[in-house]
Every structure is written in C-alpha cells, then in structure tokens.
C-alpha cells in the first residue's frame, strides 16, 4: 500500500477540520442550539484549539482534529500512546490541555478527540467502548481482569491515578471513523436545519470562510456574528420550511436536519417501538415535555419561526400535545406529513363537515358540571373501547361519541376535509361547553398523526384536557397527557 504523501495528509486534515468548523457554525443557527460562543485555533487552548465551543449552561467543548489518509494506522492504544520523536503522545498532551483548561471553567470542560480513524476491534479498551455516548470511560470504570490492568496501564501513562484518569476520562469523547465524506453530508444535514442552501458551492463558500477566519487573528464568535456572516456571504436558503423533530418511540435521523429536536426515547417504555405506549415514570415525563415544549416556543420565537413542519416518530397524544403548544392564536402554523402529502394548518377547511357527535341519553340538565370523555373516531370507531374503559376505570365522566360516517383509512377525504371536521369537532364541543360547563375534558382519539397536530392548533378555548395512550388492546388506555389553554 502507497501511503499519500504529507501534503495531501496535510491537505485532508484541513479539509476535515474546516468542515467540522463549518458544521458547527450551522449548528448555532438552530433554534435550540445551546453555543454562546465558536472560536476556531482558539488561543490559550493548549493541542486542542482546532474547535471551541462555549455553550449557555453547559461545559465547553475543545476539539482536537486528526485526520488519516489510509488505514494502516488504526484508532487503538498504541495510537494514543505513541511518542512521535520524543514528544509527549497524544493522550498526554490532550490530558495535559484539560489541566491547564479545568480552572478557567466552573464545569470540567469536554475534550473531543476527532479522526478519520476507525477503531480497533481488537482493542481491549477501544473495542468495546460505548457508541451512544463517544466516551470510554465506563468501560474503563468497571472493568475488571485484562481491563483493570489497562485502567492502570492508562494511569501510569498520564502520570495519575486511577480516580484522576477516570476524572479526565468523563470528559473525554472520541469521534472516530467518520471520513471527508460523511462530514460533507452532516454539513448539509446541518445546512437544512440551520436554512442555509445545501449545495456543494455553498458548502464551499463556507469552508473558505473557515479558511478565512484560521488566517486572521483569534477570536470568538457569537451566534448574532455567525448569522450575520452567514447572510453576508447569501447562504440563505430560500422559502425553506423549518423542521421540528419530536423523538419518541425511537430516534428519527431527520433530527441532524432540524431547526430544533426533542429526544424523548427515554421517557417511553419497552425496547420495539411498535410496543412503546407508555411513560417509564408518568409524573416526571409529564413535566419533562411540558418544559421543552414551552422551551421550544421560546426559542422558535426568538429564531422568528412560527411556521414549520414536525416529524415524529411519536403516538397521538404527543402530536395533540405539540400543537396544542405550537397554537394558532399563538401565531403558528404547523404541518405535517400525511399519506396524500404535507398537511398545514394555514390550509383552508372545506365544506365537508360531516362529522357526527352522539351525546349520552341522559337529560342535558343531568351532564351539566360533569366531566366529558370525548372519543373521536376518524381511523377506526375506539367507542366501544371507550366505553369499555370507562365502565372498568374510576373516571367518573360522560362519553360523547365524535365519528366520521365510515371511520377507516379513507374516512378524511384530504387535508380540507381534515380541516373542516376538525373545526367542527372544536366549535360543536365549544357550543356544548357553553351549556354543560364541563371542568375537564378526557380525550380519546383515532386518526393520523397529522389530523392531530392539526386538531391541537385549533384546540383553544377548551377546558383543560388529558389525552390518552392506546395501549394497544382492547378497551386498555392510560393518561398521557394533560393540556391546558
């Protein structure tokens, strides 16, 4: 094998660090990014100056960039041992970087080591380490044998104990294997999320930009500076719809390309997401999504966005749950995919309003002041479920039935349709509201995920109302979530 000359190694490293820059300069343009601050060869960064990342809250972030032009020389303990002519190895100097840094930072900051390199499977240490975090210090935590002896192997080498390495080790993270290539693609992934054109010429533009700053004097950017530039060099992508990626029942890899994203994987019990119905500790998820909801409102108002589209994958309740958050009388429009294509909220409804609304056969002056149970049956008809819930639970409430003629697949005869019932749905039960003054209302529904973002934009003026998990067997439901104008 012909190993690429130093140049071109040069020339590939730098390539790979400017499109890491460039990513993350996209990544504070999200509406939930956290950077306060982005610096590249940053001064008094010690060997890891290549990227800097201040964030509000957070540690800060210090990236060290090693790029690989074959693979003769894998991600291994050797690697990062190594003294190349008498110089410190890699693992020393970037241990040595995290000291001098750790005082200027009131949380330890993260050191992340870069590379175009992939690991070595045979590596005791690096083999097994956890991908979901990039961090190896939990392998080297709790191992015992052949990996306490390389915890104390690491130690000797770094000149530490054991407790100081591992200290060190929380805050190292390794990104490894991803190639020139890759990069370019999570650029445009990012490019997307941020509204900036995806094109390999823009791509490039901003590369330059980063060739640019590393040429001109040190110094920190602050988003406001970093959106500024960005529209200097027209980046802006044009009539680009936002995205807002809500993960539930498993991770979505839209969520690169999004102005904001939510993970909530693990709020939800069970493994398969066909069997994910279910909050792991309903009291805490409850509070956990109501604060990012009303955090991602923050902070889309801030970036001036109030028309996007929103993406799951997610049951009912939370689609109901978004845009109830994401209103119309808030000033937002909400769209989602449907089998027939987008579904937007700024879509007019259309004459179609045949939805059917069956009261209990008690007295009207008998519901008054009694809670409502409201199924809706537009995919399939859930009113004997409900009924079967009800007659089994403590829920002391009336059942109005809500049904499309025929519920099934084709029951919503497109978007207008959707609209229409929709709007029906809401201004029947206000009506009805208005009369029998309901203190809550439980609601139980069967349609898409779009019909349901949908039916809570238009959710206003409703008294406060808990949705329900299907649990996915007949007549089985469980709280899921409680919306409140």
């Not at 409201?374 to 399939?380: H, K, L, P, R």
């Not at 208005?434 to 609601?443: A, D, G, I, K, S």
Request: glycine share 6%.
């Amino acid at each position: 094998m012909t190993a690429r000359a130093s140049s071109g190694a040069r020339l590939l490293g730098d390539d790979v660090q400017h499109l890491i820059v460039w990513y993350h300069v996209l990544r504070t343009q999200r509406a939930d990014s956290t950077v306060v601050g982005l610096a590249v060869e940053a001064a008094n960064a010690g060997n890891v100056d290549d990227l800097t990342l201040k964030r509000h809250g957070e540690p800060g972030e210090y990236w060290q960039v090693k790029a690989s032009v074959d693979a003769r020389s894998p991600l291994n303990e050797d690697w990062l041992f190594e003294h190349p002519k008498g110089k410190k190895s890699l693992l020393q100097r970037l241990y040595s970087s995290w000291l001098d840094l750790r005082p200027q930072h009131e949380l330890p900051p993260k050191i992340v080591l870069a590379t175009t390199k992939a690991i070595d499977p045979a590596d005791i240490v690096l083999g097994p380490r956890a991908t979901m975090d990039a961090r190896i210090v939990e392998t080297l935590r709790h191992g015992e044998a052949a990996l306490a002896d390389a915890r104390k192997r690491w130690a000797a080498h770094l000149g530490v104990n054991e407790a100081e390495l591992l200290e060190f080790l929380e805050s190292f993270e390794i990104r490894h294997s991803q190639s020139e290539a890759e990069w370019r693609e999570k650029v445009q992934d990012a490019a997307a999320g941020a509204r900036v054109r995806v094109d390999s010429t823009a791509v490039a533009v901003g590369i330059q930009q980063v060739r640019n700053w590393v040429k001109a004097p040190r110094q920190i950017f602050t988003p406001e500076q970093l959106t500024a530039t960005i529209n200097a060099l027209h980046l802006r992508a044009q009539l680009a719809r936002p995205l807002f990626v809500a993960q539930a029942l498993e991770h979505n890899p839209r969520a690169d390309a999004a102005a904001y994203s939510v993970d909530w994987t693990g709020l939800i019990e069970g493994e398969e997401p066909r069997s994910r119905r279910n909050f792991i500790a309903p009291g805490a998820s409850r509070k956990q999504i109501s604060a990012d909801l009303a955090l991602a409102r923050q902070r889309l108002r801030a970036a001036e966005i109030y028309d996007f589209e929103v993406d799951g994958p997610m049951r009912l309740p939370l689609w109901f749950a978004i845009g109830a958050e994401f209103s119309s009388t808030a000033g937002f429009t909400v769209s989602a995919q449907a089998r027939d294509g987008l579904w937007s909220s700024n879509v007019a409804p259309s004459s179609q309003r045949n939805l059917e609304i069956h009261l209990p056969g008690d007295e009207e002056a008998d519901l008054v002041g009694k809670p409502w149970a409201v199924s809706v049956s537009f995919a399939t008809d859930i009113a004997d479920d409900v009924d079967e819930f009800l007659s089994e639970s403590s829920l002391d409430a009336y059942h109005l039935k809500a049904r499309l003629p025929t519920p099934g697949r084709s029951a919503l005869d497109g978007l207008p349709h959707a609209r229409a019932v929709t709007f029906q749905l809401r201004d029947e039960l206000r009506a009805l509201r208005r009369r029998l003054r309901p203190p809550e209302l439980h609601l139980f529904i069967a349609m898409p995920g779009a019909c349901a973002l949908l039916l809570g934009n238009a959710w206003d003026r409703m008294p406060p109302t808990w949705t329900y998990w299907d649990l996915g067997e007949p007549g089985r439901y469980a709280p899921a979530l409680r919306v409140a104008n």
